[in-house]
């Protein structure tokens, strides 16, 4: 059974910071890439950051050296330090792999992130 379990989420002032965690189980960590979602009432679910099982990073525009997506495959966690924080970053924040052997796409339960003064 696949579990992506994400933590870190709050409320914090416009320029703060916050730290996403997602612990995954289930799959073989290493192997996959992951990524971090974010959704907002009323809007499409976009894509964040990615980072793949070599390490290599990519981000949406909006979030590009502010943001930084980093894996500890010893723990089965990836990361999303959020730096800069906006109150356009408010949203409700996904982990999410697409398993490299069953090809299943799979989604954490979300965390929220405030950002409001």
């Known amino acids: 059974q696949v579990q992506l379990v994400e933590s870190g989420g709050g409320l914090v002032q416009p320029g703060g910071s916050l730290r996403l965690s997602c612990a995954a189980s289930g799959i073989i960590f290493s192997i996959n890439g992951m990524n971090w979602y974010r959704q907002d009432p009323g809007k499409k679910r976009e894509l964040v950051a990615g980072?793949?099982?070599?390490?290599?990073?990519n981000y949406a525009d909006s979030v590009k050296g502010r943001f930084t997506i980093s894996r500890d495959n010893a723990k089965n966690t990836v990361y999303l330090q959020m730096n800069s924080l906006k109150v356009e970053d408010t949203a409700v924040y996904y982990c999410n792999v697409m398993d490299i052997i069953t090809r299943k796409d799979y989604w954490g339960q979300g965390t929220q992130v405030t950002v409001s003064s």
């Open positions: 980072i793949t099982n070599g390490g290599s990073t």
